[in-house]
């Protein structure tokens, strides 16, 4: 009965390319506990291995277990979600994914625990729709991050089961990627997000502009960033060439949403998520350039790699089984 009497907590593990997270949140969806982990990429490197990735998560989930641990004197666990694979698709893999999967599903087996697989993206899509206090429904997501650029159509179903469609996206670079080759041509240091969106905020010259490579619903990045580095050995102003990196890639999301043929009412919004879309200016711009639909953006704290989706998506399936056993 002692048992029956705890709060139900809901565990979500994500372990993506350079950040190891934990979150807990309660039946209610209450964020309980959220800690990240970034991994130790070294100075000057665009990057890390997968195996040096897998390696620094095995080293960082015990020390986030051991901290949300703490949340467990008067709570227990009723699911955990983990990130399996970087996409719901079939083929869609990354080793460092291996690392959540196997904690949750140890967790799960150890402690008689419903465990849900999931993925890195439906983590993303659903910190979003949580995070903007969204209600469930069929929305247009745009994910831009280092590891992904994509526009796809997303519905909720069922609680807490997304069906996603890609309707576009980067057929080369990333939106990240884009940005980190060329913050690091600049001196700045990997992730170069942040540095480079602040860097921007000096421009003094917005003539400059970089060049926009989209054919049909597919952006490429690869070009505008050769276009970037020719301006960079010829001296451009950085600030300058920063604030042209942004632009272009709200500009080439803004084009391509805006060219998808679209039903009357099919979506109740767009949302954008992923790290990309903490950049203020860039979701300005968007803003600004999408037109015909409502705009919401996950909260940059929950734009990033997190684990809060995850457990969010956890708490709704559990609760939708308990409710099916009535």
Known sequence: ME??????????????????????????????????LPLPVKEGSLGMRQSEAVFAHITNMPYLWEKGAGFLKDSTISAVASSTRPRPVEGSYMPVFKVSEAFGS???????????????????????????????GRYLVLHISGGTTEIIASDEETEGQLKLELRGGSTDLNAGQFIDRLGMAMGLQFPAGPQLEALAAGCQEVDLTLPVAIKGTEISF?????????????????????????????????????????????????????????????????????TGKQLYFAHPRYAADNAVGLAVQAARIHKKIELSKL
């Not at 934990?22 to 309980?32: C, N, P, S």
């Not at 967790?107 to 910190?127: D, I, K, R, Y």
């Not at 020719?230 to 920063?242: I, S």
């Open 3 to 36: 048992e029956n009497r705890k709060q139900s907590l809901f565990l979500g593990l994500d372990t993506s390319a350079y950040t190891t997270s934990l979150a807990l949140v309660d039946r209610d969806e209450k964020l309980i506990f959220d800690k990240r």
């Open 106 to 136: 140890f967790l799960a087996q150890t402690m008689s625990l419903l465990f849900l697989p999931s993925s890195h993206q439906e983590g993303h899509v659903m910190a979003g729709l949580w995070s903007a206090g969204l209600p469930r």
């Open 222 to 290: 690869s070009g505008p960033a050769s276009h970037a580095e020719r301006l960079l050995e010829k001296g451009c102003n950085k600030a300058d060439l920063a604030r042209a990196i942004e632009i272009c890639i709200a500009d080439s999301i803004a084009i391509t949403v805006n060219r998808l043929p679209r039903e009357q009412n099919e979506f109740k919004g767009v949302l954008a998520v992923g790290g990309v879309t903490a950049n203020l200016f860039i979701r300005q711009r968007l803003k600004e350039k999408i």
